[in-house]
T-cell receptor, first 118, second 109 residues
Framework: DARVTQTPRHKVTEMGQEVTMRCQPILGHNTVFWYRQTMMQGLELLAYFRNRAPLDDSGMPKDRFSAEMPDATLATLKIQPSEPRDSAVYFC????????????????FGPGTRLTVL | DAKTTQPPSMDCAEGRAANLPCNHSTISGNEYVYWYRQIHSQGPQYIIHGLKNNETNEMASLIITEDRKSSTLILPHATLRDTAVYYC??????????FGTGTSLTVIP
């Protein structure tokens, strides 16, 4: 049963510290998405990648957030320095866009990383 | 930006059909309608998607109006485990999903 995995599941840190969240997409998927969920804003798309290349990170605060895919099996989301307003659940999702460019695809979500910045 | 509008909450009696509406009046001709749900604090889960025709799978049915400006997700026999937030999403170019606020469905025993 293929699943998206995320680590850590929970993270408590102090303001100013660097936070790194990791995601392992489903093997064979070529798109990866990062979302943030808070009570106030709901689910927000932060960034997404296709074939490891960043396609859109307009939803991400550029001054402190960065997202990368070092290889096809790992996506990372870093916050440096972290702030209390970054406290949220961060979800990673992966999907497969066929090479023919079909206009539909399903996203498979991981369990999320619950981040608390004190 | 979300391109859909949904009622914020709904109740449904256990065993009855739950009909969740969604308006997407600005949908383009080649954009699909997706439904996801999120149970408690888990990651969202795919339910169903469609373009023009009505769709049915083991979880739900999707009814899309002929003008495609609205759709309804139908859970034929709601159970307590169907209590969740249901998101109606129109897929934007480039595969982004914008989730909006969703409908919080409560199934009542």
């Amino acid at each position: 049963d293929a699943r998206v995995t995320q680590t850590p599941r929970h993270k408590v840190t102090e303001m100013g510290q660097e936070v790194t969240m990791r995601c392992q997409p489903i093997l064979g998927h070529n798109t990866v998405f990062w979302y943030r969920q808070t009570m106030m804003q709901g689910l927000e798309l932060l960034a997404y990648f296709r074939n490891r290349a960043p396609l859109d990170d307009s939803g991400m605060p550029k001054d402190r957030f960065s997202a990368e895919m070092p290889d096809a099996t790992l996506a990372t989301l870093k916050i440096q320095p972290s702030e209390p307003r970054d406290s949220a659940v961060y979800f990673c999702a992966s999907g497969l866009v066929p090479s023919g460019g079909a206009r539909y695809n399903e996203q498979f979500f991981g369990p999320g990383t619950r981040l608390t910045v004190l | 930006d979300a391109k859909t509008t949904q009622p914020p909450s709904m109740d449904c009696a256990e065993g009855r059909a739950a009909n969740l509406p969604c308006n997407h009046s600005t949908i383009s001709g080649n954009e699909y309608v997706y439904w996801y749900r999120q149970i408690h604090s888990q990651g969202p889960q795919y339910i169903i998607h469609g373009l023009k025709n009505n769709e049915t799978n083991e979880m739900a049915s999707l009814i899309i109006t002929e003008d495609r400006k609205s759709s309804t997700l139908i859970l034929p026999h709601a159970t307590l485990r169907d209590t969740a937030v249901y998101y109606c999403i129109v897929r934007a170019p480039g595969n982004q999903f914008y989730f909006g606020t969703g409908t919080s469905l409560t199934v009542i025993p």
